[in-house]
């Protein structure tokens, strides 16, 4: 089915004995939206056959994305669960587990129809259609508005209430909806930080046509809140001339890292004072906005995990991205947020935070399938991450991704 996430195997590196379950992600229309704005289960008998289909099959459970933008659509603070309350029951009465996904990001895909498109609540879209600052804006002025920007993570402009307390609102709604259901048939709960529920900035807008593979990306810090902030950090700094842009010289979406300066090999500005100024300053927001909203997210699930940590499983998670991996500057992973160089390992930093709280990573595809004249290296990538995350005692998870782009 277009668009639908084929499985998720969920894996521990804490004991190798262990069984590994299998869960499988619903597709994407599942249920859509009808002409009455309604989230409605589409085909439930055959949706029925089909999950109990799963469990003579062996798999586990099922991962369901649980879209802010459909619970909390109309009203801030009227939450609507029916949609999810048929859906969890179906999956209860076919004898599966959950894990559920908290997305606070919109589901845009161009290849799906009208009814699985899910964007954020409409009252967050009223607001962005004044104030496009709430959204990630690029050098040029263009906002994207599948996730709010984490400029706005302390910022009441919801009707009073900041972006942090709309996600802490909305976990809190969840999770005492379905409390009888935490660590008997929900197992896990992912929390969404970014594009895609990923901890990351959208600096590869693939579905609007800015970006495409394998280019490097653009910074994603140019809504008035971030700009603000890095005007203070600079001025804080002494450095009151680096708090008015980003870098200058570091391309466009599609441009390749050796013919731009910021992301030259040997001596790019990326190593400069000013270049490392920013990219502290760029890649700490993004440790900042998931450090808060995971604090959030525990806060919320002690009241579920009366009987030990693994109770309910807490995940996050981070993007693969595995092009020019194989370059001193890591240009893609730069612009996303991960300060992640050939002279600097920047998951470390990530897994320090994901250690307090949980984590897991996309798994991405073999070396061999990536062209060697793009420095691709999802391998490399991978064992990075799983070497940071052993050290932080921290729990893997790998989950297929909808696109690929050497396909």
């Not at 048929?86 to 799906?112: N, Q, R, T, V, W």
């Amino acid at each position: 089915m277009a668009g639908q996430k084929e499985g998720s195997l969920h894996c521990s590196h804490k004991s190798k004995e262990r069984r590994v379950p299998v869960f499988v992600m619903m597709p994407l229309d599942t249920f859509g939206i009808t002409d009455l704005g309604i989230a409605k289960i589409r085909r439930p008998k055959a949706l029925s056959v089909s999950l109990r289909a799963l469990k003579l099959a062996g798999v586990h459970g099922v991962m369901v994305e649980v879209w802010w933008g459909v619970v909390e659509r109309i009203s801030p603070l009227k939450y609507d669960w029916s949609v999810y309350e048929d859906l969890f029951k179906m999956i209860c009465e076919a004898g599966l587990k959950l894990h559920i996904a908290l997305s606070f990001h919109a589901c845009l895909y161009p290849f799906s129809s009208p009814m699985t498109n899910i964007g954020l609540p409409l009252w967050v879209a009223e607001i962005g259609n004044m104030n496009k600052d709430i959204y990630f804006r690029d050098r040029h002025g263009y906002s994207n508005d599948e996730y709010l920007s984490i400029g706005v993570d302390q910022m009441p402009v919801f009707y009073g209430r900041t972006a942090v307390e709309c996600y802490e609102d909305f976990m809190f709604s969840c999770i005492d909806r379905f409390q009888s259901l935490m660590g008997n048939t929900i197992e896990g709960i992912t929390i969404g930080l970014g594009p895609s529920g990923e901890l990351r900035y959208p600096a590869h807008p693939i579905f609007d046509g800015r970006w495409k593979f394998p280019g490097i990306g653009e910074f994603q810090c140019y809504d008035k809140y971030m700009m603000e902030d890095l005007k203070q950090t600079a001025f804080q700094a002494g450095k009151p001339d680096w708090g008015y842009a980003g870098p200058q010289d570091a391309g466009s979406y599609n441009s390749f890292p050796l013919g731009e300066p910021f992301f030259k090999d040997g001596n790019g500005t990326y190593l400069s004072d000013y270049g490392q100024f920013f990219m502290e300053w760029y890649s700490g927001k993004l440790l900042e906005h998931a450090d808060c909203i995971l604090g959030k997210a525990v806060k919320v699930l002690k009241t579920c995990q009366q009987d030990g940590p693994d109770v309910v499983l807490l995940v996050a998670k981070i993007a693969g991205i595995h092009w020019w991996y194989r370059t001193d500057s890591h240009a893609a992973e730069l612009t996303a947020g991960y300060y992640n160089t050939a002279y600097r390992n920047g998951y470390d930093s990530i897994a320090a935070v994901f250690a307090r709280h949980g984590g897991s990573n996309q798994c991405p595809m073999l070396d061999s399938e990536q062209p060697e004249i793009y420095c691709c290296s999802p391998e490399g990538l991978l064992k990075q991450i799983r070497e940071v995350a052993t050290q932080g005692n921290i729990t893997l998870i790998g989950e297929n991704a909808i696109q690929r782009f050497d396909k």
